[in-house]
């Protein structure tokens, strides 16, 4: 489940292309956006044509834009041959979004900060993840907006690094692990928040919102049960799938 994105040189104008018509293809988009940015820093990129197509749905919480964003970072540094500084794309995406550092590297990390001050940790073994995305698209923006304005002081304060230190199963992490969103957007849509809990009462190990949603997940020890509890999901759009395997990207 992935986005595919192709860079091929253009002549004098700068294109970008998506296969999705909901998905602006001007200044608003983050891969435009990326190829402006990265320009600025390095003159030598020439004009390219970028074909975006969309297989992450929008709006969904899986970090399909962020993604996309570091992707066309990554292209025009192979593309041009350029001086692979990860001090200086760090900068440069972090500027155009809060997550996108995260996916010059990928694999599994701890951030601190604005999401630029990461660290490579290990959390236990990822065998299958089933993906349910309901029909409700929620406003990043607003969940943030919301979010600020709830927490309180003792509850920001992030368990997660704990958890990795510890070295807990994904059981245990269901115990002491939560997105802090999910409060929020429970309440305001209980049916994700349903969505949680029916998947744990189909033998998953640990179930969670993505993001900020609407995207609910939850990981499985092996594809069977992974399978058996999908089939309790057929009103809903699903994925089945693994984690790729952590790799050098920069």
């Known amino acids: ?8 040189f253009k002549g004098k104008n700068f ?4 296969n999705n018509p909901n998905l602006p293809n001007d200044e608003s988009n983050l891969c435009y956006q990326a190829y402006i940015e990265m320009k600025k820093a ?18 969904s919480g899986l970090g399909g ?8 970072m990554i292209g025009l540094c192979k593309l041009f041959n350029l001086k692979k500084d990860l001090n200086l794309l760090k900068k440069i995406s972090s500027s155009l979004g809060s997550d996108v550092s995260f996916f010059l590297n ?3 990390q701890f951030g601190k900060g604005f999401g630029e001050d990461l660290e490579k940790i290990s959390l236990p073994k990822i065998e299958h993840i089933l993906i349910i995305i309901p029909e409700i698209n929620i406003s990043t923006s607003w969940a943030f907006k919301n979010l600020k304005n709830s927490l309180f002081q003792e509850s920001t304060k992030s368990k997660f690094n704990d958890i990795h230190r510890l070295k807990f199963s ?5 115990k002491f692990f939560e997105n802090d969103f999910e409060s929020l957007v429970f309440r305001t849509y209980p049916k994700i928040g349903e969505l949680k809990r029916k998947l ?3 033998g998953a190990n640990y179930a ?7 995207t609910v997940f939850g990981i499985f020890n092996d594809f069977d049960s992974a399978v058996r509890a999908e089939k309790n999901f057929y009103q809903f759009k699903t994925h089945l799938v693994r984690p790729i395997k952590n790799r050098k990207i920069i």
């Open 170 to 174: 994904l059981k245990s992490m269901q």
């Open 15 to 18: 294109n970008l292309k998506t």
């Open 200 to 202: 744990l009462e189909c």
């Open 106 to 108: 990928g694999g599994t």
């Open 1 to 8: 489940m992935c986005d595919e994105i192709e860079i091929n």
């Open 65 to 72: 834009g962020s993604s996309n964003c570091a992707s066309v």
């Open 42 to 59: 390095f003159p030598e990129i020439k004009a390219v044509s970028i074909n975006l197509i969309k297989n992450i749905p929008i709006g």
């Open 208 to 214: 969670s919102l993505s993001g900020s949603g609407s």
